[in-house]
Each structure stands twice: as C-alpha cells, then as structure tokens.
C-alpha cells in the first residue's frame, strides 16, 4: 500500500474512485481536472494537492488514474508536446480508465513505453455508487506484468476483475457491453412507452418482464426511473452515444452490419439533439412514452 496514487479527471466516477482508495489507505498525492474548481474541492477534502498542471500530478505519483470523457481528451494528457502526463513519467504506472477507442490505449501504451512508463487499460462497467464502495467491474488490458503490479490496488476498486488480454482488448469488451447494454435500454423504453399508450399497468408489465425472455439488468436499473422520469445522471445519454458509436466503428472496419446498435445510438444522438442528453439513459422513454419530450 506504498504507492502514491494521482488522479486525474475528478468528476462523479474520478471523484468517487479517489474517495475510496483513500478510505483504503492509499496516500491521494495529486488530482486534476479541466475544472479546477472540482479539483480544488476534492484535494481540500481528501487533504491532497490539486495540481495546476499534468506534469505536476506525475511528478507526485506513483500510480496515475485517468478518467477523462474522450479520444480528444487521453489525446490531450498524454500529448508529446507541452503539459503532458509523460513529462518525467519514468517509472510510473498509468491505469486509463476512459471508454475509449481500443486504438488510443495502443497509442498510449506506446507513448507510456517510451517514456519508460507503463500503461494499464482499466475499463469500467459499474457507476457512481460502484466507484465510492469499491465495487466496480473491472475490464483489464495491457502487459499482464503491469496489471500484477496494481492488482492489489485494483482489487481495492473493484470486487470483480478480469484481465482480458493486451493493450486494446479489454476496450473492445467495453465497447461491446456499452452496445449491449444501450441496445437493452433504448428497447426497454420502447416497450414500456408502448405498455403505457395501450393503458396498461406499467407495474404488471415490469413484473412480467422480469419473470420472462424480457428481462434483463437495464429493466432492473432503468425500468422505475423510466415509469418515474427520474432521470438523475448515473450514464448520460450523451455517453451512451458515444460508445455505441465506438461499437459501430469496430464492426464498420469487421465488415459487419449491426442495425441494432446504429438504431439506439441514433436515438440517444437524438436526445443529445434535444438538448437533453446529459440525463441519464433512462431518459430515452421520454422519446417512446406519449406526451414527453419526444
């Protein structure tokens, strides 16, 4: 429990995540954020600086997680040039959190390397409450002598974790189950707007659901805020956009047609559109149900 842990990109996952190690022991020695003011807030709480600059957070770290939204935003941490995650970053060990293309891992794992760092793809399928009580589902990529090295510390973060494989491939698992899962979401809120439009009791129907070929996790996670239009943000519809669009681009350069997929992501597009696309996925019932948003 030696290590110094950083992190950066503090907002409800980051944020949470840092809680939890600290509550486990680990010394928090830096957090970052684009929003200085979240960071200044969580270092003031957990007693630890926030850092003005990437450089800084890795000049303080040992080990440095990344939660950042996107392919722009790794881009921008791990540039080669300027503020940088990889100035002075030998010896240290990244563990990249972000749902990403599978490509941006390989290209920071590269850059890791020859920087004389490592990198640790730690791809996440749980949310905020998960991330503050240590019970994420973890998805690892990378060399299997770098993921040894935090193992204990991954296990701190997470009750259940599977190394998949090297740098790219516990991304493409990610991108699967975000194309499974918004696919599940978007279909569940179709049924139960139509559920609703028929007259029917929307409890019976979830009632059934559950006990039939209809089931599945979303109806437990999203069914009651889809009926409640509590659409408190746990996944944004935004973010549900974007990773379905990184599933298409996967089966695009397979040569694969995946209709399923390009229809939900086109309806959490269409929310973003809206302009309601920071709500949580749920809100997709109010394009299905008569007399919402849609």
Do not use: W
């Amino acid at each position: 429990m030696s290590q110094k842990v950083g992190f950066v990109g503090v907002g409800r996952m980051g944020a949470n995540m840092a809680r939890r190690m600290k509550d486990c022991g680990y010394e928090i020695s830096a957090v970052y954020d684009i929003r200085s003011e979240a960071a200044s807030e969580l270092a003031e709480e957990l007693g630890t600086t926030a850092c003005s600059t990437l450089a800084q957070v890795t000049e303080l770290s040992e080990v440095i997680i990344t939660v950042v939204i996107d392919d722009a935003s790794m881009q921008t941490i791990f540039a080669t040039e300027g503020d940088s995650l990889l100035t002075g970053a030998e010896g240290r060990i990244f563990i990249n959190c972000a749902t990403i293309s599978p490509a941006v891992h390989i290209e920071v794992e590269g850059l890791a390397k020859a920087a004389g760092a490592e990198s640790l793809e730690g791809c996440m399928a749980s949310s905020i409450t998960q991330a503050r009580d240590g019970t994420l589902y973890l998805m690892l990529g990378g060399e299997k002598s770098t993921y040894d090295k935090v193992e204990e510390l991954l296990g701190k973060l997470s009750v259940n974790k599977r190394y998949v494989g090297t740098s790219g491939k516990a991304a493409q698992v990610k991108a699967l189950v975000n194309m499974v899962m918004n696919i599940n979401t978007a279909g569940l809120a179709e049924g139960l707007g139509l559920a609703d439009s028929l007259g029917l009791d929307i409890n019976t129907v979830m009632e059934i659901f559950s006990q039939t070929g209809a089931n599945s996790r979303v109806l437990e996670t999203d069914g009651e805020d889809m009926r409640d239009r509590d659409h408190e943000c746990y996944f944004s519809a935004a973010h549900a956009a974007k990773d379905s669009g990184i599933a298409l681009a996967l089966g695009q350069s397979e040569g694969l047609n995946l209709p399923m997929a390009a229809a939900s992501k086109a309806q959490f597009e269409k929310m973003v559109e809206k302009g309601i696309g920071e709500l949580d996925k749920s809100g997709v019932a109010e394009l299905t149900f008569k007399g919402r948003t849609a």
